[in-house]
Every structure is written in C-alpha cells, then in structure tokens.
C-alpha cells in the first residue's frame, strides 16, 4: 500500500508558511484539488529555484495526488526546472525560425563565453543554458529568453553584452547583501 | 465497457468489397473484425482508441467517384453505412510504412536479446508495413532504466511511445505509481522512483506493451523463444474467479503464464497472483518420490509396491480429507473411496456453516460473471477486499464504474471507444460503489462512500436494510447512519443492473446469511438484483458441492481420530490438503495418532510433514481435470508438460489406492485418461455433469517453428525419443492440429500475427467471443449440508481490557498457499503495520511511523502471540477496530489485539530477522534458477524417468 511504503516528507513541515498560503489560493480556485499542481509547481519554484524530490513529494503529498502524476506535470513544462539551476537560465530558441536567422551563432558565441554545454550551469551558479522550441518571436529571430524576459534579434555580440549585463547586476546584488 | 450496446451491422466498403461491419464500435476494429491486415499500436480491444500513434491510417473517400480520399486514423474513425475506405492504396501504405520509419529512428536493434523476439507486436507491425530498409543514421535516444520491483523488467529505450502501458496502469487497473514523464522525443514511462510496482496488474504490462519495455522478469530468468514453449491451456489455480491461462514450458520447467482470451471471464488480463505465481510448480518444496513405501527397485516405484505397502489396511475404513485446490475428479473420487460419513475438505465447524449457506446461495442464484460485473451501474461490496482475494473481480468492478461516464458521452454522442473523450467528459464523475467493510482497501478512492465498521455492525446493517426493504420505511430517524444508508438504498433499488458481492473472507456465516437474506428480500421485490460470493480457492465451488449432511468437519475428524484409535477407521487419506485452517495444537493431535495418514500432494507442507505414506501427486502444470469456479462453471485445465513418473494426477492415484484399500468400489478401477474416468463416473453416477470432453483433437503443444525436435535429449541418446503419449486431444510434439483447432488454444498464434493480440484473428469480431464455441458448463449444485441457522453466539464478543477488534489484511501474494511458495512472493512481502484511528492512538501518545508490540488473541489458541507492527492512522476507523497485516499471522482467524509501544530492541530484532528472511528467499530463488538451468541438461521425459510400470 502507498501510504505504507513511501515515506514522504510532511508538507506542514516542509513547504513554508508562504508557499502554503499561496497554493491555497490556487486549490481554491480550481475544481480539483490536483489541478493546482502546475501552480503550486510554479510557487515553489519561485521560492526556491527549483523543484527537488522533497519539494515534488511534499507538493504531491499536500495535493493528494501521486507524485508519479504531479512528475508528469512537473517534466512536461521546460519551465519547471528537476535539477538545480542557476541565477539566470538561459532558454535559446532552437526552432527552425531562429536556425534560418543566425541561431547557430548566436549558441557557439553563448557556449564559449560562458564555458558551458546545454544543460549544464556555470560554476558560478550563475548561468543554465537550455534550448527551447519556439518561444513565439519567429519575426524577430533568434531568440532567447531569460527569466521573463525575451531577448529577440540577437547576434552573438548582442547576446555577450546581455549576459555581462546580467552578471554585473548579480554582482552589484550580491555586494549589497 | 460496452454501456448500452446498439449493435447494427452496415454495410462498408473496403477496396470496393463490401463487408458486413458493426457500428457499436471503430473502425479500426471493425476492419480487424474482418480478419484484415491493419497495423495498430496504442488502441487496446479492451481500452479503446486515444489516436496516439497513427499508425492505423486508412484512406477514406468521399464516394465511388472521389479518387482522391483523405487519410483518416481507423481507431478514432466511426463506421457508417456505406463508408468507403482503401488500406491497399499507395497513400496510406506509404504514411504508416514512414510512421514505423520514425519509430525506428529510436528503437534499438536489439531484438536478438529482447525477451518479446518472435512475439513482438512492433516486429509483426514493421513488417506488415512493409517497412524492411533502414536509412536513419543518427544517433538514438537513450534511457537510464528502473528497477520495477521483482517481476516486469524495464528496457526504455524499445519504447515507442504508444502510451498503452500508462492508460493501462492508470488508467483501466487504477494504480498511481506509474505515469508519464517528459515530453517531445524525450518521453519516459515508468515510476517517479525505482520500486515495486504497486499494483496488483502490474503483469499485464508485458502483454500489454507493444514491443519489449515491460518483460516477465522471472520468464527472462530462465528464458526461451515463444516458438520453443510447449504450452497447453490452463486454468490459474490461485483463486475462485478461474481465469483461463496459456503456460508455456521448455525441458520440463514451467517457464511462464500468459492470458488466454476468454471473453465471459479474464478477458484480456491476468492477475500478477495468476501469473508469476507459478513459480511453485518448478520449486524446492515440490515433492517427486513416494515416501513410506518400500520399493522393489531403487529407481523405480512399482504398483506392486505400492499394494503391498497398503495391503494390510484392507478391510479397514479410511477417513478422506479432500480440498478446494485438488480437482473436482480427485475430489469426487475421494468420497465415493471413504463414503459419505467419512468425508470432508479440512473445513473447520465455522467453514461448514460458509460451505452451508454457499451451496445455498449456489441453488438459489446464479452468480454474475466478470464481464457482465462490468455492465453493472451500482456495486456494493460487503467485507470483502476483493482486490486482493479476486483481483480480477476487482479489475472489472473498476470498469464499471466507468459507465456513468460512459452514459454521459453517449448522451453528447461521443462513443464509448473513444476513451480519452469520454474520460475527459466523466471527469470524476463514477457510477456508485459503496464499501463496507472493517479495513482500508485500493478501491475506496473511487467508492461513492465507504462504511467503516466491524463485521459484526455491518451484520447489523445489513439486517437493517433488509428490514427496510421489507417494510418500506422511512430510514433518516431509526438509524444513525440513515444519511448514508438512504443514498445507499435508494441508489440500490433504482439501478437498472445493481451488483452486490461477498465472500468468505471474514470467515462470518452471519455475514454471509445477511447478505442473502437481503438478495432474497431484493429477488423477491422484483428488483434486477445480481450479486457474486467469492470463494476462497480455485475448486472451492466445485468442491463444497460434493460436502453433504454426514460431512466431517476438522473438530469431527479429531473426535474420531481420539474415539476411534483402535476401531474400523484404519487411516486418514490428505488430498492436497495443507490444513491451513488448523491450529498447532490441533496438528500435534494428528500426529499423535496411531492411524495411518496418507498424503497426496504436490509440495511439502504440515500434512506432509507427518504422514506416514506421501505420494507426489500432479501440480496444475502437469494435472489433468476441471476446477470449478465461483459462478459454478467448470472447466478444465490439460497438461502442459507429462508428468515426470511416480508424479501422477491426484485421481489416478485414487483410483490406483482403491485397487487395494477400496477394491470392492465399482470406480475402483485405473482409468487410462480423464474422458474414461468421466466415463466411468457418469455409469456409476446418474447426476455427474455431462462435459464434452473433446478428447479427438491431437492439437499440438508445441508450435511448428520448435526448435530441436530431435536433438533436445541427444545427450543422452542419439536416438529420437517415442514422444510421450497423452489422452487429452493435445500432442506433446510439434505435428499435429493447429492450436486453433479448438476453443481451448495452447497458445495462440496466427500469420503475421506472433503475438499475443494474434487473438483477434480468432474472434467472431474484436473483445467478441471466439470463433469457436467455449464449453460453458455449470455444476447444478444442491442445498445437502444442514441448512445454517443463526445462532448468533459469534457475534457477542468476550472482550478483554483494552482489546481492539482487528482485520487480517490478505495481500494478493498471500492468499494462496501454492503461490505463496514462488520465492519472489517472498521478497516483496510488507513489514507488518497496523492502522489505527487517530484518536485512540494519540490518547496513547502514539506516533504515526512508531512501532507497537500486538498481542493477538486467536479464537484456536489460547494463548496469544506477539508481534511487532509499525503504526499508521486511519481516520475513518472507531476507536475498537483496527486493521494491517501481521505476516507471521497469514490467517482470517486473528479477531482481537491488544497493544502497547515496542521495545527498541525488539524492533531491532524484528528488523534483522526481516532481513535474513529476504536473504534467503534471495538464496533460494537463485538457488532454484541453477538448478533449473542444470535440470535443462537432463530432460525429464517420461522414457528415461519411468516407474510406475511404464512400459
């Protein structure tokens, strides 16, 4: 039986008070209880940057849903991230627009400049970098996107400027705390 | 499934032939139904279309004229009159000739090592597309794969993603450790973490997926090609729904079960109990000599010895002790041998009143079969876990329950075979099931309401219901429950095809007689009442119809054997009786006794273990005979591989007995095959059952593609072996009929078709009945045991301070003591736990997860063991009752527990003898796997392994 042989963490004690109240909020407006686990995915990750197994079997567990059912959800969206990830990920349109545009540059130029492969995050923990098909700019190809923000008509210059960007910013966050 | 069936056959054209086509379902099906070639993947017969893998493509046109057409997936396609539709036209062929292309780009090659080569759905599909060049040169997708617990293997990287796997898992058999991860070309079927599979069905995944993902891990221990098994259709012996099976054997070793189709009863799906616990029959508890017996020769056992060993009881009168896994023959024989007065199955007083009020049932009712529970709209189930003690009862409860569901697509047009629309129309929307019952069970999430109670309120209750029936009163004031109890009955007595089963597993008669008392209130208001009582063994049927007025009971028999040590009563005679019903002391009394105790039997057990003459009888693998299920039906399992010699059918030793203990006795006398012996029976005996029993068929076992006909015992001699001779119109050889040649098909095989959805092609249409007629023949059973009458003592409780009522709970693995010796039930046998309510155990200060010493008091024995279990709450349980599983205690008879918190250490100790039990059933499971791989050296046929005077 489930309940026997899975030991699971208590999602009381182990989602927070904040996480709680907002997945409440979803639960309530929705017809299912489960049908908040996309939300509720999208509030942990929030809080914490990722989903780990505990977060999953936690979320799972307050949704009382199978967290079989809840990894579907949560594998499906290439916005919920199953491993660690870093400050900034990196979402590079590979569609077919942006290979037509200049995509394959643009990738060589991110990769070298930050040392990395697809799917793999800088030792800073700063940078993932992923590939995402179609992010909805095929006018203005090649595309990447980061955090919520869409970075559109990139060369591989422009996509080096905006990475420094962002690590100066990281920087200058990280020295104020 | 098929809710309101408007079955009209039109007329459609197919490359401009015209066929005779139902519209009640796709047509996909219907073109199958015709016995044509169409490739398919996702869609299942028994679970309908989702339109995933578009490989069914046809082209439709619009009219005679339209020369043009359009591609249309056959599954998610009605039949309408005169639709006209190409499978030979270029188009088409060429789009799912490039949809097996694209799988293929991922699928490995690596077919030589695949457990499914030669009976791979995606191999038989490849080639009817004729898809035989391979262009892809990229690279494949890769998987890491999981441990899935000790029965289905795992090989990722073979999928193509049908999706069938999950839509069965989840889907149909209702379990939620299985699902779907990721997406695009990166999609993975399989649990969230590596464990066992949880669900009792989890076997069907191999027959279900289309290529080799999922694989019979205990088939692939000790594996052979489908065309190298010898296979003989069988029925499972591990429970009384009597679901039909296909076991294959190879060198004498049983290597595995298959489901054979058969429509009123398992359909398209076994049990794991059914299927991976058979293990018993190639296991280290198995007897193959005679004990007790001095033999003339060493080598050889002879009938002569046989007689003589007996030859002094002569005269004498023998109690026999039959049971409901032996056949209906041995069982049959067993009482005409001892007599009437000196009968019984090893029932204890409690189980003869059961035995009582089922024959009773039996005479009044005809019980429901599994496809027709799934056409029911309300299903009540009284006290019985049926998904553990009958699961494949359990499995079609589940179906019906989707026909609310059903009824609502239907109404907004959408036919029950699409299944992803009517699954998204019902939502959560299910037709009423209501549980009583006093334990948790795996269908209470999809139970309208669960009534959590002690048997003996639920006796109560029942009572009550009957009574309101009776009188039509009003319910809300006179009970406490009347909330619940008003949904429940007005639900019952306004469905169209209400469903209530029981069965034996609380041992109660007051609870079974309840449950009748409200059939026969129900039967009597007119009301289109069905019901079904499980039973607890795969002949129990068969066998409780033989018990009459002078049957003995296991009290009777130990008052005998005190009285009557020096009278005419020369010895006990077991057949394939383990007496598990039996307490300790009560076997210490029997073994005490000076009479003489035969045992016949398949494997060592308590009454094996004390007889003073044990004679190795058949398993199921190696038997000839008929169970009889619950329903009443007969039917009859054959040979998979011969016997290997002094092993014999329980009935030949019987009657080989009789020549010498009973030789007076008309039937004593050797039969040369079942027919005779059926023969015989019916001469001596006006109301034996009449069973055609087509014994002219010579059907080959083997399949005509068997490799090594004449060289598989070359070691040993060069000289091709005479093939053993059999009696049951199935050949151990490979010449012979086609398996077709019969309803009763050894395996089932068709050109083109390797696999097991070959059936299809034997089918009067899709999930029909097969072309040629089943034997459906029902035991008429009389009401012979006095007639039970309540006296209600049992339910009075002498409680005790501080004692809870407490449930056994049987897991699937458990409740067959044959199945139970297959060492991989072993291994994933749970540590014990008890549920309590939350209530009473935090007045205790107890903590869920913390462990408690239960003192369990047994009605048998005084004394009460001890055993330690881990807590877990259930809030719907009264302070007084609790439930679990208690291993050391695998009984129904466990009624009351106290409790207190246990020791550290005797946690630690329970841990570390937990541990050593899973080493050596480890050990003794690969034990069991090199000797059979030895044992493949020296092949057991019946030539070189003689006796018994064999010539």
Redesign the interface.
Same mark, same amino acid.
């Given at each position: 039986m489930n309940i026997v042989n899975q030991v699971m963490p208590h999602p009381n004690n182990y989602l927070t008070d904040a996480e709680l109240a907002q997945i409440d909020h979803e639960i309530s407006i929705m017809e299912t209880r489960e049908a908040a686990g996309i939300e509720a995915l999208k509030i942990v990750q929030a809080h914490r940057g990722w989903i780990s197994d505990d977060s999953l079997l936690a979320i799972a567990h307050y949704l009382q849903m199978s967290s079989a059912e809840l990894e579907g959800v949560a594998t499906f969206y290439n916005l919920i991230y199953r491993q660690p990830v870093g400050k900034f990920v990196i979402h590079l349109c590979n569609s077919v627009s942006c290979h037509l545009t200049g995509y394959a540059e643009v990738l060589a130029a991110v990769k070298q400049y930050l040392g990395i492969e697809y799917g793999q995050t800088t030792q800073d923990g700063l940078f993932t970098l992923l590939s995402n098909a179609c992010l909805g700019g095929c006018d203005k190809s090649p595309v990447m996107m980061i955090g919520s923000e869409h970075y559109q008509q990139l060369t591989p210059d422009l996509a080096i400027d905006i990475l420094e960007q962002l690590k100066q910013t990281a920087k200058s966050h990280g020295g104020d705390s | 499934m098929t809710f309101d069936k408007q079955n009209s056959q039109v007329t459609i054209y197919i490359d401009d032939q015209p066929y005779q086509v139902s519209t009640d379902n796709n047509l996909l099906a219907g073109v199958l139904s015709q016995k044509l070639n169409l490739p398919y993947f996702c869609w299942h017969p028994s679970m309908g279309s989702v339109g995933a893998c578009r490989q069914c493509a046809v082209t439709q046109y619009q009219d005679e004229n339209d020369q043009r057409g359009r591609l249309v997936m056959a599954c998610t396609t009605p039949v309408t009159d005169g639709m006209r539709i190409s499978l030979k036209d270029s188009q088409s062929e060429q789009f799912r000739e490039q949809v097996i292309a694209a799988m293929m780009t991922n699928h490995p090659h690596d077919c030589p090592v695949c457990a499914e080569g030669g009976e791979c759905h995606l191999q038989d599909m490849t080639v009817m597309t004729g898809h035989t060049h391979r262009n892809y040169q990229g690279e494949k997708r890769t998987f890491n794969n999981q441990y899935l617990g000790e029965f289905v293997g795992h090989e990722m990287n073979r999928c193509i993603t049908c999706y069938r796997c999950v839509r069965f898992y989840k889907d149909y058999a209702g379990g /939620? /450790?299985? *699902?779907?991860? *990721?997406?695009?070309n990166q999609v993975?079927f399989g649990?969230?973490?590596e *464990?066992?599979l949880?669900s009792e069905f989890s076997g069907n995944l191999v027959e279900v997926c289309p290529t080799g993902v999922f694989t019979n891990k205990l088939f692939s221990a000790h594996y052979a090609r489908k065309w190298d098994l010898q296979s003989a259709p069988s029925i499972c012996a591990h429970c009384s729904i009597g679901c039909n099976t296909s076991v294959g054997e190879r060198y004498g070793s049983v290597r595995r079960v298959m489901n054979r189709y058969n429509q009123a009863i398992n359909g398209y799906f076994l049990c794991d109990r059914g299927r991976f616990g058979i293990g018993f029959v190639n296991g280290e508890k198995r007897l193959r000599q005679a004990s007790g017996i001095r033999q003339s020769s060493p080598e050889r056992l002879s009938k002569l010895d046989v007689s003589k060993a007996l030859v002094h009881f002569r005269g004498k009168r023998f109690i026999g002790v039959g049971s409901a896994r032996a056949s209906f023959e041995a069982n049959y024989l067993l009482k005409q041998f001892v007599g009437n007065s000196k009968f019984s199955l090893g029932l204890t007083e409690r189980q003869m009143q059961l035995a009582s009020l089922h024959q009773q049932y039996l005479s009044q009712y005809q019980p429901v079969s599994i496809a027709d529970i799934e056409q029911s709209d309300f299903v009540l189930i009284v006290d019985e876990d049926i998904t553990q003690t009958a699961p494949r009862m359990a499995l079609a409860v589940r179906q019906a329950l989707r026909n609310a569901s059903i009824e609502k697509a239907s109404e907004l047009g959408v036919p029950h075979w699409q299944d992803s629309a009517v699954r998204t129309i019902g939502g959560?929307e299910l037709s009423p099931l209501y549980l009583i019952q006093s334990m948790?069970t795996?269908l209470d999430n999809v139970a309208e309401q669960v009534i959590m109670q002690s048997t003996a309120a639920t006796i109560k209750l029942l009572n009550l219901m009957t009574e309101l029936i009776t009188s039509n009163a009003p319910l809300i004031d006179i009970h406490h429950q009347g909330q619940q109890l008003s949904s429940l009955l007005n639900q019952l007595v306004s469905a169209k095809k209400p469903l209530i089963i029981g069965g034996w597993s609380r041992q109660s008669p007051q609870l079974l007689s309840a449950i009748m008392s409200l059939l026969d209130v129900l039967t009597k208001a007119d009301m289109p009442v069905r019901s079904a009582i499980v039973a607890q063994e795969v002949n129990q049927v068969g066998a409780i119809s033989l018990l009459d007025q002078q049957s003995l009971s296991v009290e009777d028999i130990l008052e005998n054997v005190k009285q009557e040590q020096s009278s005419e009563v020369g010895g006990i005679i077991f057949l394939e009786q383990e007496l598990s019903g039996v307490s300790q002391t009560q076997l210490e009394q029997l073994k005490q006794t000076q009479l003489a105790i035969i045992a016949l039997d398949h494997s060592e057990n308590a009454v094996t273990a004390l007889a003073d003459i044990v004679l190795p009888a058949a398993s199921v693998t190696e038997g000839d005979g008929h169970y009889v299920n619950y329903q009443g039906l007969i039917q009859r399992y054959y040979q998979v591989h011969p016997n290997r010699l002094p092993i014999m059918d329980s009935w030949r030793w019987l009657t080989l007995l009789a020549t010498t203990l009973f030789a007076e006795h008309p039937l004593a006398k050797e039969a040369q095959s079942l027919s005779q012996l059926h023969d015989d029976c019916r001469q001596y005996d006006a109301k034996w059952p009449m069973l055609p029993l087509d014994d002219h068929y010579d059907i080959a076992r083997e399949s005509h593609r068997t490799s090594g006909r004449t060289s598989k015992t070359a070691n040993i001699s060069v000289h091709e072996p005479k093939t053993t001779q059999s009696t049951d119109g199935y050949r151990f050889s490979m010449e012979g009929s086609k398996p077709s040649s019969t309803a009763e098909m050894p395996f089932t095989w068709a050109p083109g078709w390797n696999s097991n959805q070959s059936i299809t092609q034997f089918q009067q249409e899709v999930a029909g009945s097969l072309l040629l007629p089943m034997t459906t023949q029902y035991l008429s059973i009389a009401q012979s045991i006095a007639k039970y009458c309540d006296h209600s003592e049992a339910v009075v409780q002498t409680s005790q301070a501080n004692a809870l009522q407490f449930s056994q709970q049987i897991k699937w693995y458990q409740g067959d003591w044959q199945a139970g010796l297959t060492p991989e039930f072993t291994l994933i046998e749970?540590t014990n736990?008890i549920f309590l309510s939350s209530d009473y155990a935090s007045q205790q200060g107890w903590q869920s997860g913390q462990w408690l010493q239960v003192s369990c008091m047994s009605s048998k024995d005084n004394a009460p063991t001890s055993v330690i279990a881990?807590l877990?709450f259930d809030p719907r349980l009264s302070d007084e009752l609790c439930y679990g599983q208690l291993n050391e205690l695998a009984t129904f008879d466990v009624k009351q527990v106290s409790l207190m918190a246990a020791s550290e250490k005797q946690v630690a100790d329970y841990k570390m003898r937990r541990k050593a039990e899973h080493t050596k059933a480890e050990q003794a499971q690969q034990y069991m796997l090199e000797r059979l791989k030895q044992q493949d050296q020296f092949i057991p046929i019946r030539l070189m392994n003689g006796g018994l005077d064999d010539v």
């Open positions: - | /939620d /450790d299985f *699902g779907v991860y *990721g997406s695009k993975y649990r969230q973490q *464990g066992q949880e959560q948790g795996k749970s736990y881990e877990f």
